[in-house]
T-cell receptor, first 115, second 115 residues
Framework: NAGVMQNPRHLVRRRGQEARLRCSPM?????VYWYRQLPEEGLKFMVY????????ESGMPKERFSAEFPKEGPSILRIQQVVRGDSAAYFC?????????????FGPGTRLTVL | AQKITQTQPGMFVQEKEAVTLDCTYD???????LFWYKQPSSGEMIFLIY??????QNATEGRYSLNFQKARKSANLVISASQLGDSAMYFC????????????FGTGTKLQVIP
């Protein structure tokens, strides 16, 4: 049973380009969360999605960032016109969304470097 | 106000000794969950242990135990018989059940195990 998969593992972009980060949740999981970890810091919640719905995007910057979780395929975190401050590790986590489920399973992260 | 506070940026422990990593939290939600994650230098987030706010007993998982003191709002992680492979960043985290399973992380403690 494969865990949460994220690709690419490392992504380098120049300022002004777009970054697309993909997350495939664990099999049977319908809830996806994106977190950002800046260097030397803890993880910060960005957005929580269920299939075709954004449930909570209170941690997402208002501009340039968007997320989707389509009916088919992985969840995508999209960053337009990247700036150096976007350099960070972006983690995706998934859960089955069942009442009483205690754990979010994390992917290995995508490390974004903006030159 | 910080929801999760980890006051120890770095800790050292001798191999085979026990170590306690501190975590305090702040919430007005009567129902919540507390987590500890390990992040080795390779970067992945590894789930260690979970404590629910209504759990009567402290959680244990192998060499990990959670010292849950509800009145003090503390959830310290105890690692017994430290091993060199325990050297990593450790993050305390909380999910408030009114918050769509969004998890809030502390800033982490870097543990180094000395041979």
């Amino acid at each position: 049973n494969a865990g949460v998969m994220q690709n690419p593992r490392h992504l380098v972009r120049r300022r002004g380009q777009e970054a697309r980060l993909r997350c495939s949740p664990m099999k049977g999981h319908s809830h996806v969360y994106w977190y950002r970890q800046l260097p030397e810091e803890g993880l910060k919640f960005m957005v929580y999605l269920q299939k075709e719905n954004i449930i909570d995007e209170s941690g997402m910057p208002k501009e340039r960032f968007s997320a989707e979780f389509p009916k088919e395929g992985p969840s995508i975190l999209r960053i337009q016109q990247v700036v150096r401050g976007d350099s960070a590790a972006y983690f995706c986590a998934s859960s089955p969304g069942l009442a009483g489920s205690n754990e979010q399973f994390f992917g290995p992260g995508t490390r974004l470097t903006v030159l | 106000a910080q929801k999760i506070t980890q006051t120890q940026p770095g800790m050292f422990v001798q191999e085979k000794e026990a170590v306690t990593l501190d975590c305090t939290y702040d919430t007005s939600d009567p129902s919540y969950g507390l987590f500890w994650y390990k992040q080795p230098s390779s970067g992945e987030m590894i789930f260690l242990i979970y404590q629910g706010s209504y759990d009567q007993q402290n959680a244990t998982e192998g060499r990990y135990s959670l010292n849950f003191q509800k009145a003090r709002k503390s959830a310290n992680l105890v690692i017994s018989a430290s091993q060199l492979g325990d050297s990593a960043m450790y993050f305390c985290a909380m999910r408030e059940n009114g918050g769509y399973q969004k998890v809030t992380f502390g800033t982490g403690t870097k543990l180094q195990v000395i041979p």
